[in-house]
């Protein structure tokens, strides 16, 4: 009978563990997944909704968020998406107050569950009584460049374990995010850069314009000599005062210079 029991117990224990360990090979491989999306990803709103119905099956919430650094000590931006799928985004949103819970998680880099949330989380969390709530950092290069949260109104609050899978996402999320930054900065390097030929294009050519009608308008014989020695372009007064024609400049055009003096 003791025999029984103990082969009855490490059957339990066996099946809890192949169980677990099977959860566990689901979550990597959900998380994997996510990733490949957000590696590849270049537009932050893109990828939220990409990744969304991926993080579902790793967490339930009512709504995600992502609040990230745009410009430092100044503003974020907010992206959220809702559990039915539904994707908001606010720009310029003021960085938090000193002491907030927002400020704390950015200034510790620490994560941490939650069941109620300050001012500080406003827009990326549902304005409802929470049963659970998560907010994790999103650091690139000891830095931190934004958070997510996730946040329920149902069920159970959430558990270090899902906090655990979320930083390890969140990893993920930081890179992807710093890279879609860089990428936009080059953006706008490039049209800045564009706009500058054109302008200086416009500069030179409105500048030519007016070399070339003070040019053909002189009162004065004007001309251009070429390497050669010969002449290679004549207003008309020039050709006026040397006999040629406007008609057929090209006779001046092959005469020496000399025999204009």
Same mark, same amino acid.
Do not use: W
């Given at each position: 009978?003791?025999?029984?029991?103990?082969?009855?117990?490490?059957?339990?224990?066996?099946?809890?563990?192949?169980?677990?360990?099977?959860?566990?090979?689901?979550?990597?491989?959900?998380?994997?997944?996510?990733?490949?999306?957000?590696?590849?990803?270049?537009?932050?709103?893109? #990828?939220?909704?990409?990744?969304?119905?991926?993080?579902?099956?790793?967490?339930?919430?009512?709504?995600?968020?992502?609040?990230?650094?745009?410009?430092?000590?100044?503003?974020?931006?907010?992206?959220?998406?809702?559990?039915?799928?539904?994707?908001?985004?606010?720009?310029?949103?003021?960085?938090?107050?000193?002491?907030?819970?927002?400020?704390?998680?950015?200034?510790?880099?620490?994560?941490?569950?939650?069941?109620?949330?300050?001012?500080? #989380?406003?827009?990326?969390?549902?304005?409802?009584?929470?049963?659970?709530? #998560?907010?994790?950092?999103?650091?690139?290069?000891?830095?931190?460049?934004?958070?997510?949260?996730?946040?329920?109104?149902?069920?159970?609050?959430?558990?270090?374990?899902?906090?655990?899978?979320?930083?390890?996402?969140?990893?993920?999320?930081?890179?992807?995010?710093?890279?879609?930054?860089?990428?936009?900065?080059?953006?706008?390097?490039?049209?800045?850069?564009?706009?500058?030929?054109?302008?200086?294009?416009?500069?030179?050519?409105?500048?030519?314009?007016?070399?070339?009608?003070?040019?053909?308008?002189?009162?004065?014989?004007?001309?251009?000599?070429?390497?050669?020695?010969?002449?290679?372009?004549?207003?008309?007064?020039?050709?006026?005062?040397?006999?040629?024609?406007?008609?057929?400049?090209?006779?001046?055009?092959?005469?020496?210079?000399?025999?204009?003096?």
């Amino acid at each position: 009978a003791e025999l029984q029991r103990m082969n009855e117990a490490l059957e339990e224990t066996v099946t809890q563990r192949t169980s677990e360990v099977r959860q566990k090979a689901g979550q990597l491989a959900v998380i994997n997944q996510i990733a490949k999306t957000v590696n590849a990803a270049i537009d932050p709103e893109d #990828m939220l909704a990409e990744i969304a119905g991926q993080i579902s099956r790793l967490v339930t919430f009512d709504r995600f968020a992502i609040a990230q650094i745009v410009d430092e000590d100044e503003s974020h931006r907010i992206l959220t998406v809702t559990a039915e799928g539904t994707q908001t985004h606010a720009d310029g949103v003021p960085m938090p107050s000193r002491g907030s819970m927002l400020e704390t998680v950015l200034t510790n880099r620490q994560a941490f569950l939650f069941e109620e949330a300050d001012s500080s #989380m406003n827009g990326l969390l549902r304005d409802e009584p929470l049963t659970g709530g #998560m907010v994790v950092p999103l650091v690139f290069q000891n830095r931190a460049r934004g958070v997510i949260t996730f946040s329920r109104q149902d069920g159970e609050p959430y558990t270090e374990g899902e906090l655990h899978l979320m930083e390890d996402l969140a990893d993920h999320i930081a890179v992807a995010l710093e890279k879609s930054r860089l990428y936009k900065a080059l953006q706008k390097m490039n049209a800045e850069l564009e706009d500058m030929v054109d302008a200086r294009t416009r500069q030179l050519a409105d500048s030519e314009l007016h070399y070339r009608t003070l040019f053909e308008q002189s009162t004065d014989g004007l001309f251009l000599v070429a390497e050669s020695g010969h002449i290679s372009e004549a207003n008309g007064r020039c050709l006026e005062l040397t006999g040629c024609s406007l008609e057929q400049p090209v006779s001046s055009r092959h005469r020496p210079f000399a025999s204009l003096m």
